[in-house]
């Protein structure tokens, strides 16, 4: 809680999402102050998915409310709608445009700071030319952003795993939000890899000024740049604080800590199988970076002990 | 044993074709269409070409093992291709077949034997075998050559009773008379025609490769060319020849060939609006005749004395663009929440519910029933002029209509290519590739969807408008499923997404049917073998649609779907 004057950029009070008897969110309030990175952290099947598509809008809560900046209540707008008020997000299972060119996907995060009309457009008016140059100019400055630069005419499918999610990112840029919500960014990227996406996501909070929120199972991604963690276990908020608060916590270390997965980035968990989607391009690749030597389960912890 | 299978099956299933082209009559009919005058009917070529084929597919498939296992195959192939065509003689000499099939008499047999007997049918199809698979082991470019000599043979041929009447508009100049007669004969090409075509092609095919590689750069950058706004004079030169070619095409080639022509921008048209619906938006649309029937019945409606409203075209056309777009817009309202399967089923009871309005006794007094509309005045008319080296012209009205045809065609294309690269071009792309994710980006779904319906919609309206001063009259019963589903498959064969496969696809469905007029019995059967191949070889379509490009244009993106394919 802070008390300032200034609203925070995202709160969230009593949300509240139920699957036929199944409760995926049970009153939860969470509160990601303005120009923060924050990272949500619990097993698979917490609800952790579930809250991003209550925020923005792809489910809609039962209870509760979601607040942008304090004013804006999120829960029964659109996706849309969310989107153009300032919420971008990536996808657990990267959904690019996979058989659209990398400049394409990105031009399309555009489509809503961008206003031709239909009439506009087929007369190819002074406005409408402006605007594509606007849109093609914008475009290859973001690819640069997020590195990509030169790359812009490839397939989003024959990208690389690491560009693909990099052009994800790029993609939710585009649409110049506020709040950025990442799911998994780090998932499957060896460390290396892991290091220069922990690196790029400080950068953009500091050169844009967004909000960033995190799911993300790498300890090691969470406990170096999050300056809040929220820990979900079955739907409920167990434990909340800076990182060194959290990794002190009794509860935590039982039910997240304890499981032996901290280390990885498993693959995709159940809690977001509505949001698979078959085919995606580099699944072999995936696995590939995920399977390192300490992701093997410690024997000793059996589901027992 | 095992070894000779895999050739035999091929063989066997080349002579189970063969089987089901003489039943359905299909050997009779290409009898009467000479390919090489004097010498070579459409069913000669039909009954070599079939075990030609499953020989060089079977010596292609036991190349790995040599060259002499693969001829072995092909000869083996061959034997098999003979040996259902003569089960079928066999049998039919036996029995009497004829109470089923009806082709399946003396003649077909005599046909098949080559009028001589099993010995002429196993020695045709095994030397067929044997050249085909010999073909399939030649290095590339001359395998791919002669095959391309081949088919420019046949399609010369095939279409020599068409090309004879343009021909005739020229008798007045001495070399293109006097070369046309010599290739073309009576029936068919002349053998001297046959010689110089066959090697004509077949050298340029060998030797064109590197054109064609240049060809095929120049498709990969066109829209990088097109994006950054390159005019060069060569480009200006070019658009100019080619409307020019355009605007005397109907005085070219003379007045049955440009119904094929006008039959095929009407059917380009609407390709290109259901394009926008199906192939950017990727909305299946199953009852998109229903937008062409309105906007041919409202031109009726407005222009013909029917209803005594005979108003002129100018303003008809605009009203029945109008009320395309507005059952558009109606339609799409409603099946917006439904995706795929669903979507197509909606969009399949609209078109049928459009039709049987329009045939139903309540809106006779409006709509006419099942008498339709008549009298229906032609939307454009040309005076008698003088031409250069044709003279005095009157054109007919198939040559007229070309006009509001092509204009509204060349309108279409402009704007089917400005909106794909847009901001609402993507917009739909996004849609068709993941609907979420489009919403997640701030991609208004309903607004979105609604546009491509209602511009897909007058496209249709257009060339109904067009369709009924062409022909004169409405009638419920030219409004069928059969419409949708020709223009779908139009798509899909030219390549789905894809603006000049719409042109490819309209050419090879619409025209090559008409222009093969032996053909057009088995159009449906044709139609059905032809997707049935295009899905299994190249699903992407003959001309992919490819993907805008907005980089510095010295790196050619790669694209590694159309290398795989050819």
């Known amino acids: 809680m802070t008390g300032e004057s200034a609203p925070p950029a995202l709160r969230i009070e009593g949300v509240t999402k139920r699957f036929g008897g199944l409760t995926a969110i049970a009153r939860l309030d969470m509160v990601l102050p303005e120009r923060s990175i924050s990272s949500v952290i619990g097993p698979n099947g917490a609800g952790k998915t579930t809250l991003f598509n209550c925020i923005t809008g792809f489910y809609t809560p039962e209870e509760g409310r979601i607040l942008l900046r304090g004013t804006e209540n999120l829960v029964r707008l659109r996706p849309d709608d969310i989107s153009r008020l300032g919420v971008a997000r990536t996808y657990q299972n990267i959904r690019l445009f996979p058989d659209l060119t990398a400049i394409e996907n990105i031009m399309i995060g555009l489509h809503a700071r961008l206003s031709a009309s239909l009439p506009a457009i087929v007369l190819n008016t002074r406005a409408t030319r402006r605007e594509e140059e606007f849109a093609i100019s914008e475009s290859r400055r973001l690819l640069d952003l997020v590195g990509l630069a030169g790359k812009g005419d490839l397939l989003a499918r024959n990208l690389p795993y690491g560009d693909q999610r990099r052009l994800e990112i790029g993609r939710a840029l585009a649409t110049e939000p506020s709040l950025l919500l990442l799911d998994e960014p780090t998932c499957g990227m060896n460390p290396h890899e892991t290091s220069e996406m922990i690196d790029f996501i400080r950068r953009l909070r500091a050169d844009l000024g967004i909000t960033i929120c995190l799911i993300e199972h790498d300890m090691r991604v969470v406990m170096s740049i999050s300056e809040q963690i929220t820990v979900m276990d079955f739907g409920q908020k167990i434990a909340e604080g800076t990182p060194e608060e959290v990794r002190s916590r009794p509860e935590v270390i039982e039910a997240y800590l304890g499981s032996g997965s901290v280390e990885a980035c498993l693959v995709p968990p159940a809690d977001t199988a509505a949001s698979n989607r078959p085919g995606a391009p580099d699944d072999t690749l995936a696995s590939d970076d995920t399977v390192t030597p300490d992701d093997t389960p410690p024997p000793s912890l059996s589901p027992g002990a | ?566």
């Open chain 2, 1 to 566: 044993m095992t070894r000779l299978w895999p050739g035999a099956r091929i063989g066997l299933a080349a002579g189970a074709i063969t089987v089901l082209a003489s039943l359905i009559g299909m050997v009779e009919q290409f009898a009467k269409l000479h390919i090489v005058a004097d010498a070579l009917t459409m069913t000669d070529i039909l009954l070599v070409a079939l075990p030609a084929i499953a020989g060089a597919l079977a010596s292609r498939r036991a190349s790995p093992g040599g060259r002499g296992e693969a001829i072995s195959a092909a000869l083996v192939a061959g034997v098999a291709s003979a040996v259902p065509p003569a089960l079928l003689v066999l049998v039919g000499r036996s029995w009497p077949l004829q109470a089923m099939f009806v082709n399946a008499g003396a003649d077909l047999y005599d046909t098949l034997l080559w009028g001589r007997g099993y010995l002429a049918l196993f020695g045709v199809d095994i030397a067929a075998g044997a050249a085909g698979g010999a073909v399939a082991l030649l290095p590339g470019a001359v395998r791919r050559a002669l095959v391309h000599a081949a088919v420019a043979v046949i399609a010369l041929g095939a279409m020599a009773g068409l090309i004879r009447p343009i021909l005739s508009l020229y008798r007045g100049i001495d070399v293109i008379w006097n070369t046309g007669t010599a290739v073309l004969g009576g029936d068919g090409i002349t053998q001297l025609g046959t010689a110089v075509v066959f090697a004509f092609v077949f050298v340029v095919s060998l030797t064109g490769q590197p054109a064609r590689d240049r060809f095929d750069q120049w498709l990969t950058s066109r829209s990088a060319a097109a994006q950054s706004g390159t005019r060069t004079f060569g480009r200006g030169a070019g658009v100019f020849v080619t409307v020019a070619g355009l605007l005397v095409l109907p005085f070219l080639i003379g007045s049955y060939p440009i119904e094929i022509v006008d039959k095929v921008g009407l059917f380009i048209l609407m390709g290109l609006g259901l394009n926008i619906v199906v192939g950017f938006a990727g909305l299946l649309d199953l009852g998109y005749v229903a937008f062409y029937a309105i906007g041919a019945y409202t031109v009726g409606v407005l222009t013909a004395p029917f209803l005594g409203l005979e108003l002129p075209f100018v303003v008809a056309l605009p009203v029945a663009i109008l009320a395309a777009i507005v059952a558009g817009v109606i339609l799409g309202i409603p099946v917006l929440k439904t995706h795929g399967d669903y979507l197509a089923i909606i969009t399949l009871g609209f078109g049928e519910i459009i039709r049987i309005l329009a045939q139903s006794d309540v809106l006779k007094s409006w709509l006419g029933g099942a008498q339709g509309i008549t009298r229906i005045p032609p939307s454009f008319t040309l005076g008698a002029f003088s031409l250069p080296v044709f003279g005095r012209v009157d054109p007919a009205p198939p040559q007229e209509v070309y006009y509001p045809i092509l204009l509204f065609c060349l309108i279409a294309v402009y704007i089917t290519w400005r909106l794909r690269y847009s901001r609402l071009g993507r917009a739909w792309l996004a849609v068709r590739e993941d609907e979420e994710v489009a919403a997640g980006l701030g991609i208004n779904l309903v607004g979105t969807k609604l546009l491509a319906f209602a511009t897909g919609a007058s496209l249709a309206g257009m060339s109904g408008a067009l369709v009924a001063t062409k022909v004169g009259s409405v009638f419920p019963a030219s409004f069928g499923l059969i419409i949708s589903i020709n223009v779908l498959v139009l798509i899909i064969l030219g390549g789905v997404g894809s603006i000049p496969g719409v042109f490819v696809g309209a050419l090879v469905l619409v025209a090559l049917p008409e222009l093969l007029r032996e053909f057009s019995d088995f159009r449906l059967l044709l139609y059905g073998a032809v997707l049935v191949v295009m899905m299994l070889t190249r699903p992407q379509g003959l001309w992919p649609a490819s993907s805008a490009s907005h980089e510095e244009a010295d790196e050619p993106p790669p694209e590694p779907g159309a290398g795989a394919a050819t």
